[in-house]
């Protein structure tokens, strides 16, 4: 689905009976890259916004999880195609356009979010916020880590015991959702230039989860709703939409 956000209209974009995640806007907004259960796996396709046939991209034969775009227009994928274990999803690139897809030297990759210019990320090494209760401090703690492709350098955010889980990268600043306050899954940003990392939101009654966005607004889900936040003004907003139906499944029956 997508939605118009100064209307609330909500339109559908597919209707195939397989799954279908990790939707992703391309940076020119015009495409959308998913995850599609289409033909018995799970492979990356890319469907025009304004709808279409989706065109599918890879044939790994593994799980292939759409994670971002990259600055220059590529599709970046996880997959634990080509992985050393088979238990760690590594990181892959591919044309919209098609052809052969591009394997990088990352082998542990579960969530990412590429710098401005595109030479670095970044990532979790392991997507333990997907199955990690609150207030977890574990063995898969998650950490929020720095690759520079060019330097072939990593770094991490200092941390604790707290959990740090799908960066977004924002102009000079990476913002997160962590729990280290309130035992909740708040936004956190982090400056990369001054090191200093700020708590942004305060909810004390449920968890931001699935963060996304752009370099002006932030989207997550709540509390089964979708909130925005405005990165100038940190102002965050209940996303209103609508959805043109008949509502036939939500009628009173006997």
Do not use: C
């Not at 799970?42 to 971002?68: C, I, M, Q, W, Y």
């Amino acid at each position: 689905w997508v939605m118009d956000r100064k209307d609330g209209q909500a339109r559908r974009l597919t209707s195939h009976l397989g799954n279908e995640n990790y939707p992703r806007f391309s940076p020119d907004g015009k495409h959308i890259a998913f995850t599609g259960t289409y033909d018995g796996n799970a492979d990356v396709f890319v469907v025009d916004v304004d709808g279409g046939e989706p065109k599918r991209l890879t044939f790994t034969g593994s799980p292939d999880l759409v994670l971002d775009w990259t600055p220059d227009g590529k599709i970046a994928f996880r997959t634990p195609h080509g992985s050393p274990t088979q238990r760690t999803t590594t990181l892959w690139t591919v044309s919209p356009n098609g052809g052969q897809a591009t394997k990088t030297v990352l082998d542990e990759v579960a969530d990412l979010s590429y710098s401005p210019d595109g030479g670095t990320i970044a990532f979790n090494r392991n997507n333990s916020h997907q199955f990690n209760w609150r207030r977890y401090r574990g063995g898969t703690q998650g950490k929020v880590a720095f690759y520079n492709f060019a330097k072939n350098t990593y770094e991490e955010i200092p941390s604790k015991l707290e959990n740090r889980w799908q960066p977004q990268w924002v102009g000079g600043a990476v913002y997160y959702i962590g729990d280290k306050d309130f035992g909740t899954r708040n936004m956190w940003k982090y400056d990369i230039a001054s090191k200093r990392e700020t708590r942004i939101t305060s909810f004390k009654d449920a968890d931001i989860r699935a963060p996304g966005g752009d370099d002006k607004t932030l989207i997550w889900e709540r509390n089964g709703y979708l909130e925005t936040l405005d990165i100038a003004s940190g102002k965050v907003d209940k996303v209103k939409a609508f959805i043109g139906s008949d509502f036939v499944v939500s009628r009173p029956q006997l």
